[in-house]
């Protein structure tokens, strides 16, 4: 008799898709059996789209009553909030796409839920899996570079008029803003590592670009978008057209960052880059470290630990191997690690509550940029919380 895990899928877009391609695996752990989506065509069209049978519900309850394991939540940011207490109460062992939600307030509602349930929660932070950043946190956490003190990341999003200003994403009303959007990734890994979480924050921040492309009519916005054929022909960024009719996100973000443990991070945030990467680089109290490149092959992580007068070479260079496999093999490696945790529980790289303050972060952050770049402090989360996750 198969032992694999039975997934439920709550939402059937681009994510979803790039997700079953890596949780799908007849015999070897996992089946993508079921799913759920608004809109009832490509919930039906689902099994025909990947290939196998998956069974189409017409409501989330009837899906969550379904005979299922785990649910894989890939709805737009706003709907988190409700769909993944409605799975942890249903009793499932839950994948929760970044962001956790759309304010700190709704992560904190979550939390909740899956410590009064004792719900498995489980949070698809992909980038901790990226070998780049593992490379990383290795290189820091073996004294390299002495101790951690000061972290910059400028995350140049070249495809993020593509992805980001043509649909649900460009609004507030479903995104909050793409610090939280895209942020929340950095936010997190900032705070992975350098072992803490940010205590107060200010930034700035504005639509510079994508606020004066064509836009699509509020009446076609029902019609998904597709990526052009060919995407990189869309250039300079003022050529795309058919943007979401709602475009009230900024397009490049600036946040400075003080953590508990005293360390300082900042996040810079660009839509409109030709380029599309993160460059990371942290400074500890005996050196530096930056990386080149981040998911191709050729990645390397440059290490200075010796005292030089100009640019000159790294004294260690770490080459970094990308997997297949989706961001890297990030997602492949996620996928694992989900997969033995709605089996038997344990511990795992992500955490709800890391993911909880990377919202909490890019929240006061964009009240911040909103209003005039005024500091703001982060709220704690709440200790039975925390207590309930360190366990
Ligand atoms: N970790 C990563 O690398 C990564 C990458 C991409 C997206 N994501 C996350 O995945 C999530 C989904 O993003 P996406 O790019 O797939 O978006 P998408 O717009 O392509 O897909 C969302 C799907 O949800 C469906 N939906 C909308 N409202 C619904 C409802 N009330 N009930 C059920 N289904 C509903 C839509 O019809 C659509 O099919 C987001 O939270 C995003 O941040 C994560």
């Known amino acids: 008799m198969s032992n694999d ?7 059937f877009g681009m994510r979803a898709r790039s997700l079953t391609k890596v949780a799908h695996r007849p015999g070897l752990g996992a089946v993508v059996s079921d799913v759920f989506d608004i809109d009832q065509d490509a919930a039906r069209n689902a099994g025909q789209e990947l290939g196998f049978p998956v069974t189409a519900h017409a409501t989330l309850e009837a899906l969550l009553a379904a005979d299922i394991d785990a649910v894989l939540i890939v709805t737009p940011d706003h709907l988190h909030v409700e769909h993944s207490i409605a799975a942890l109460r249903a009793g499932l062992a839950v994948y929760l796409e970044k962001p956790m939600a759309i304010s700190a307030e709704q992560c904190d509602q ?8 004792r719900g498995r929660l489980y949070l698809g932070h992909n980038m901790r899996h990226m070998p780049f950043v593992r490379a990383m946190k290795e290189i820091i956490d073996s004294g390299a570079i002495g101790e951690p003190k000061v972290a910059w990341c400028r995350h140049f999003v070249g495809h993020g008029g593509d992805y980001y200003f043509r649909d649900w994403h460009a609004d507030r009303r479903f995104s909050s803003g793409l610090l939280f959007q895209k942020g929340a990734h950095d936010i997190d890994i900032l705070h992975w590592l350098m072992g803490s979480y940010s205590s107060r924050v200010a930034a700035m921040g504005q639509l510079m670009v994508y606020g004066d492309n064509p836009r699509r009519s509020v009446e076609d916005v029902e019609t998904p978008w597709r990526l052009d054929d060919n995407p990189l022909s869309a250039w300079p960024p003022a050529a795309l057209r058919e943007l979401n009719p709602v475009v009230d996100v900024e397009d490049s973000s600036m946040v400075i960052m003080t953590l508990d443990n005293g360390t300082m991070a900042s996040y810079q945030q660009c839509h409109f880059s030709p380029d599309y990467w993160r460059s990371y680089t942290i400074i500890g109290t005996e050196g530096r470290i930056e990386n080149i490149g981040d998911v191709e092959e050729g990645t390397v992580i440059n290490v200075w630990n010796k005292r030089h007068y100009g640019y000159e070479p790294a004294d260690l260079v770490v080459p970094v191997h990308p997997e297949p496999g989706g961001h890297g093999g990030a997602d492949a490696r996620i996928m694992d690690e989900f997969l ?20 909490a972060a890019a929240e006061a952050a964009t009240q911040s940029l909103r209003s005039g770049g005024e500091p703001r402090q982060v709220p704690p989360a709440r200790q039975e ?3 309930y996750f360190a366990d």
């Open 5 to 11: 895990v039975k997934i439920g899928l709550v939402g």
């Open 110 to 117: 979550i939390l909740d839920e899956a410590r009064r349930s």
């Open 340 to 359: 033995g945790f709605a089996r038997s529980g344990g511990p795992v790289e992500t955490s709800p509550i890391a993911a909880r303050y990377a919202v």
């Open 385 to 387: 919380d925390v207590s």
